[in-house]
């Protein structure tokens, strides 16, 4: 089926992101509810080429953790859309913002959800690259889905390395700034395990965790941090399982950290095992 973009009403706007818009849109003759994001014609030529982008990597996944894409739109004005399915829940950075942190239990069930995302993905020779709270969108069912692909990569031919400075840096693994402290070795993939793992800290710490509560400061003194500093580490009161879990995603040698099909068997999601209702 095919939903021609005049048969979509915007209701209202779900957020601004970097260069584009995203709207809660009805299609009239169904009456469903669907998500549109649109960057405009007129815009900045590297949020087009971004939005290209994550059209091509949406048309190519079939997953239940992935933001399923229904369309594509292109106008002659030179406006782009892609229409999404709508997630009721928001993002994981809003429902942090709104109802507080997460408990392991519920970081159990958010975890399994996001590594079998990126296992899919992963598989499929994509590097997402900006993993982080408010690209993981989540439903009133607490399925959690990964979105937003524009920065994402998709490893064609050769194991590329991928150093380029894209996607938002403060949850960018140390490789990603210097790509040869791994001997040169840096294969992208388990960038994301180190997003995965500070995403995680966030939602269990309440903030983003190479800062104190509130803190905002400049993007030198971060990136000193990621590189030089320790890994972050849970709080006194974290199970030893969650502890250790962080560990195997929290490693500054990227050739250290387990791949996403390692850690959907670690054992701190056996513990958790997954609500029986939902197959997750
Ligand atoms: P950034 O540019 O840093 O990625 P962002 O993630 O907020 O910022 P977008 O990915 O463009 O930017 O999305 C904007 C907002 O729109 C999201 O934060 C989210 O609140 C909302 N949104 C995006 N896609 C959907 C969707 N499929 N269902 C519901 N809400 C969505
Ligand atoms: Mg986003």
Redesign the pocket.
């Known amino acids: 089926v095919t939903i021609p973009a005049t048969e979509l009403e915007r209701l209202e706007v779900?957020?601004?992101?970097?260069?584009?818009t995203?709207y809660?849109v009805q299609h009239k003759r169904t009456s469903k509810i669907y998500?549109l994001?649109v960057v405009y014609g007129d815009g900045d030529q590297t949020v087009r080429r971004q939005v290209f982008r994550e059209m091509d990597i949406l048309r190519k996944t079939d997953s239940p953790y992935i933001?399923r894409c229904y369309e594509t739109y292109e106008k002659p004005s030179g406006d782009v859309a892609i229409l999404?399915?709508?997630?009721?829940a928001?993002?994981l950075?809003?429902l942090l913002r709104n109802k507080g942190t997460f408990t392991e239990l519920e970081l159990a069930h958010i975890t399994r959800q996001i590594l079998k995302g990126l296992s899919y993905l992963h598989a499929h020779k994509i590097i997402h690259r900006?993993l982080k709270p408010?690209?993981l969108?989540v439903n009133k069912k607490m399925e959690v889905k990964i979105?937003?692909f524009?920065v994402s990569k998709m490893m064609t031919r050769t194991l590329e390395a991928c150093n380029s400075y894209v996607g938002?840096c403060a949850y960018m693994s140390p490789e990603r700034f210097d790509p040869d402290a791994n001997g040169g070795n840096y294969d992208g993939f388990l960038g994301d395990i180190w997003s995965l793992g500070l995403t995680l800290m966030e939602l269990y710490v309440g903030h983003f965790p190479f800062l104190p509560a509130g803190q905002r400061p400049d993007w030198a003194t971060l990136m000193c941090a990621i590189c030089f500093g320790d890994p972050p580490s849970l709080p006194p009161g974290a199970s030893d399982e969650f502890r250790n879990f962080m560990e195997c995603c929290l490693q500054k040698e990227s050739s250290k950290r387990w791949t996403a099909s390692q850690l959907l068997n670690h054992p701190f999601l056996i513990k958790h095992p997954s609500p029986a209702s939902a197959d997750n």
Request: no cysteine; aromatic share 4%; proline share 0%.
């Open positions: 779900l957020g601004h992101g970097n260069g584009g995203v809660k998500a994001k933001v999404m399915e709508y997630m009721d928001g993002t950075d809003t900006d408010s690209n969108l979105a937003d524009g938002t």
